[in-house]
């Protein structure tokens, strides 16, 4: 029997985790399944910018590096995300964008330890998403590497001793698809390789333990589901074991800023790195925007008090499980082909459906009120042959009655028609 | 005749960028003279940031990117920008950290055209502000060159066929020493050196050319004079000459985040620079910090009908003069020392004095109101072996009254030995 609507009242009213719909100001009449792309609004967060600009900024000003605790942003945020994702505190700073991190992490790992020529790949999956390619390959090439990709299902034959570094995404961009992190680290391990993972679409979404995996680096995004704002900085996390060698200063980035030097205020003309995680911090952050991101922390803060990751991972699963049986169930012979995998184990907090007609179905959808996003099929993508429509779930704040709205308008797009009427298809300059 | 607090009065009542203190919100009882560290916040800022988070991200979500135009921020910020470093339209973006886009600017320098193992040095300022000393030593070691410090009279006998970069800050962070950019951007040419200003301590506080300078590349701060608040992202430009080549993919910096391709939104695997500047974006931009430069950025706007950048530049140096003349005639006998040039064409808009006991005299300073900042003397610095009292001028927001009470608190500072009390030689973390 399909879930009625008020089946669906029925999943709400008893969800612990409801509560936490309350801290964020979503739009009226919205559905939002995008949170993997932005992260909603979190109420406090305007009065905190507020409180920044005009107190902090307006009035504190230079002062505030100190008594507001500017200065220490960057090690501060990267408490509030370590718990997220396994990792220890002080192991995380908060700094730059992800592909800036990225290139921090590959270059130091890059240049770790011995150099040896026989190790000449950096591994990653052919449907990665696009800027963690091109930091590699940029990377790879400096260093006189090559940068291979391959199918995720080929990653466990194609380790060799050949491999210098295996960079993945945790969850794929395209598909949701959620890689297995403790036994991919583990076969590169084995090989001799080191590990970099991308936890974009992972921090926030899915349970992340970086330590018991025993990664080597981690990189990851402040805007989708840590709901820090619009370009949010990013995080970046390295495995004690890299930081804390007594040759300690082997553990280099080239990006060699102030803020990661061991003694920013002296002003030496030598860099020495500072030590532990904060190395990787380069210049000074925008405190805007890294006040934005601490809001977005700080909920996740009080859900660890509504049953915390696991019951987030539960409601995700739940809410994912539904949008596939509604719509396979109602949108029969429309040319929908899920491509995020079945299985929950294997899914991060989004789900995609290969559509002929992706752009203009999601656009009719999005004029309803329901905002997923697109991604366009790729010459490159050897694992679907057609456009997606792409759907986050944040059990943050989305609700079981919102999947089903946003089924029950996906099937009336389709089942209209409406999606063929030309506003729908033409394309603005982003997507 | 020492000029008189009345004397002032009269020079600000004459004044014609009088109007823009009051785009402006100062807090009541501070004379703050430490713009060239941390702009002030302009009046318009809160309310924009408040619309930018309420509004543009709080309702309009993912779609902002487009309908708030988040898309087209660093190209726009980088047009207000440019005309006040004498670059055209289109050729500065708005991105990342100064340190960030140092880093890649470099990067594209010493990779530029035929490799020449001839040509084995970074030559730089012993002086010059640490972050862009480490960032040159990463690049040089990174690619087998020197970096070579120099004192600033010692440039032009030190430029030679050897010399593959020349590293400048157009003004010193401590002296407030300003280069003749031109001069030393064409003895650099000569010997067939590319030539990098950093315009931290320039923009928007002294009439900048680098089109008529014929430079190669510049990056800047955006949180200095440009009020942009707190970690503001900074800007880059490159000379057109290297961005429109025929063969424009040689220009290549590495880090080549999705933004900086030429069809982000087509995820290909593949990274193809976009066309002109817009390659030095690298990931998705801090919209809140990027939106809080913008009301910086449009006060300048605002200047152009006062006058514009010529009228802060007499502004600029008749506030320094007035400083140096006040400090120096009432302060005689208390070890100040004048570190910054006297002659107006080679200063910027910063007037430093040497002093032993500099840390605390400045918290005494700050303690009556009057914030200005201390840098340390450094074991490296040949130029001044004490402790330095940085005082910047914004003509913007800084009134002749101003810097009479400036000198009048500092006069007392030292003429009743306040300085000397404990609370003020404690220092803080950041100083």
Redesign the interface.
């Known amino acids: 029997m399909t879930p009625t609507r008020q089946d669906c009242s029925v999943l709400d009213a008893a969800d612990p985790l409801a509560p936490l719909r309350g801290e964020f ?1 979503l ?1 009226e009449s ?1 559905v ?1 399944l ?1 949170g993997n ?2 992260g ?2 979190p109420k406090a ?2 009065a905190r ?2 409180q920044v ?2 107190h ?4 504190g ?6 008594s507001a605790g ?2 220490t942003l960057a090690a501060r945020l990267g408490d509030k995300i370590a718990w997220l994702i396994g990792a220890g505190a002080g192991e995380v700073v908060v700094a ?5 991190n990225l ?1 921090k992490v590959l270059k130091a790992a890059v240049t770790l330890g011995e150099p040896n020529p026989k190790r000449r790949f950096i591994v990653s999956e ?1 449907s990665n ?3 963690d ?3 590699a ?3 790879a090439r ?1 260093h006189g590497l090559t940068l291979k ?1 391959v199918d995720a299902d080929e990653l466990a034959t194609q380790l060799d001793d050949e491999v210098a570094i295996v960079l993945l995404t945790h969850v794929n961009y395209r598909t949701g698809r959620l890689l297995d992190m403790a036994a991919i680290t583990a076969a590169a391990h084995a090989v001799g390789a080191l590990v970099v993972w991308d936890l974009a679409h992972s921090a926030g979404a899915v349970p992340v333990d970086l330590k018991l995996a025993n990664a080597d680096f981690a990189v990851g995004c402040g ?1 989708k589901y840590l709901n820090g ?6 995080f970046v996390w390295a495995h004690p074991r890299h930081t804390e060698r007594m040759d300690h200063e082997q553990l280099r980035q ?5 803020l990661g ?1 061991r003694a920013p ?7 020495r790195p500072a030590l532990g995680i904060q190395r990787f911090v ?9 006040a ?1 991101l601490e809001c977005g922390l700080d909920v996740f803060m009080q859900a660890e008090r509504h049953g915390g990751m696991p019951a987030l991972r539960r409601k995700s699963i739940a809410l994912a499980a539904l949008f596939i049986e509604l719509v396979e169930t109602r949108c029969v012979g429309h040319g929908l082909t899920l491509v995020t995998p079945r299985e929950p184990a294997l899914r991060g907090s989004q789900v995609s459906f290969a559509h002929a007609n992706g752009f203009a179905a999601m656009q009719a959808l ?1 004029a309803r009120g329901v ?1 997923g ?1 697109f ?2 099929g ?3 993508d050897t694992n679907q042959s057609s456009d997606l429509l792409r759907f986050g779930f944040t059990p943050l704040y989305t609700r079981f009655v919102d999947v089903w709205d946003a089924a029950d308008h996906l099937h009336a797009v389709l089942e209209t028609g409406e999606w063929r009427e030309a506003r729908f298809s033409q394309r ?4």
């Open positions: 100001a739009p919205t939002y995008d792309s932005l909603v609004l967060t305007a910018i507020a600009v005009q902090e900024w307006g009035k000003l230079i002062r505030s590096w100190n500017w200065i730059d964008s992800t592909s800036v290139y052919r998403f696009p800027t390619l091109y930091i390959d940029s990377v400096e990709l805007y704002g619009p370009g949010a900085p990013a080239p990006l060699s800023g102030w030097h205020f002296e002003f030496t003309a030598d860099y380069c210049g000074t952050p925008p405190v805007l925007s890294m934005a999005i905002i996003d991604r366009a790729t010459a490159d603005a300059a982003v997507t």
